[in-house]
């Protein structure tokens, strides 16, 4: 019995150390000994807690673009879903000043998965799988964009959301449907905004229609932001007669990582035609 009790004392003891641990140094922990391994091993909650620090991760579930063996999308226990969370994205987790904004996003994210789940499970339906990052890498190599550490991990968490399940234009038919923008589904005044989350595919058709369109950048004397230090994420198409297409362009400033906000730089016919060019180069 006296050695039941002090090994339960100096369970608890250990536990109460290593709770307050984040994942990296949990899982040393569990390297230096059988007794520690053993027991940061079993005791699952000392992870839920590292999941939900690191990734807000409310239950244990995997990266999107990660499928078990089985499928699905759950695992069998926080630990599993952390060290699946930290294989995937070791990238940038092991490089210095990166490892925070990947956690930032995957935070942000998380937590949006979840509430949508429960609020607005259509909208959840419209998110794309993450991409991996040599999908990520090969996307960009043809026009040699280095995009900034925040957004690629947007894209590595969150792939955009599908053409093919958020409308392109307003149709009083699909009713809620229309507002379907992840960024913002509104009304400013009499103008229905709706911002969408591109893909990349998407993007870099857009991106480069404001290059060829815009010889003159659209900025004030003496702003230094170029064009060519753009690259858009999302697009707010108003749906109103007489009203160019996409009205609002939000891009980030590819050398600092800032956002900016574009407007009407693209024409309603074009608007269409871009978005056909997107849709299918990404089925090819």
């Known amino acids: 019995r006296r050695g039941g009790k002090e090994e339960e004392e100096r369970k608890r003891m250990i536990e109460h150390v290593v709770v307050h641990l984040p994942g990296d140094d949990l899982s040393k922990c569990g390297m230096t000994c059988l007794a520690w391994r053993d027991l940061i091993r079993s ?6 807690t590292c999941a939900r620090h690191d990734f807000a991760l409310s239950s244990p579930v995997c990266p999107s673009r990660v499928v078990r063996e089985g499928g ?3 695992m ?3 630990r599993e879903a952390w060290l699946a969370w930290r294989a995937e994205f070791s990238d940038f987790l092991n490089k210095e000043g990166e490892a925070e904004v990947l956690m930032r996003v995957a935070r942000a994210f998380n937590k949006m998965r979840a509430w949508l789940e429960e609020n607005d499970p259509s909208m959840l339906d419209t998110l794309r799988r993450g991409m991996s990052r040599q999908e990520l890498d090969e996307s960009l190599a043809s026009d040699d964009i280095s995009l900034p550490a925040c957004v690629r991990a947007m894209y590595r968490v969150c792939g955009g959301q599908d053409d093919e399940k958020v409308p392109l234009e307003f149709k009083r038919s699909m009713g809620t449907s229309n507002w379907m923008g ?4 509104y009304s400013f005044y009499d103008k229905p905004v709706s911002l969408r989350f591109l893909t990349i595919p998407r993007a870099i058709a857009l991106r480069r229609h404001i290059l060829q369109q815009c010889p003159s950048p659209p900025f004030p ?3 230094s932001l170029t064009l060519q230090d753009q690259f858009p994420f999302a697009c707010s198409f108003q749906w109103l007669q007489q009203v160019e297409l996409p009205s609002r362009t939000v891009c980030v400033r590819v050398s600092t990582g800032d956002v900016c906000s574009v407007g009407n730089e693209v024409s309603r016919p074009r608007g269409v035609a871009l978005h056909q060019q997107a849709t299918a180069s990404q089925h090819a």
Do not use: Q
């Open 76 to 78: 069998a226990s926080f």
């Open 72 to 74: 699905g999308s759950k």
């Open 43 to 48: 005791e699952d909650h000392l992870w839920e």
């Open 221 to 223: 004397p003496g702003e």
């Open 182 to 185: 992840l960024f913002g589904g």
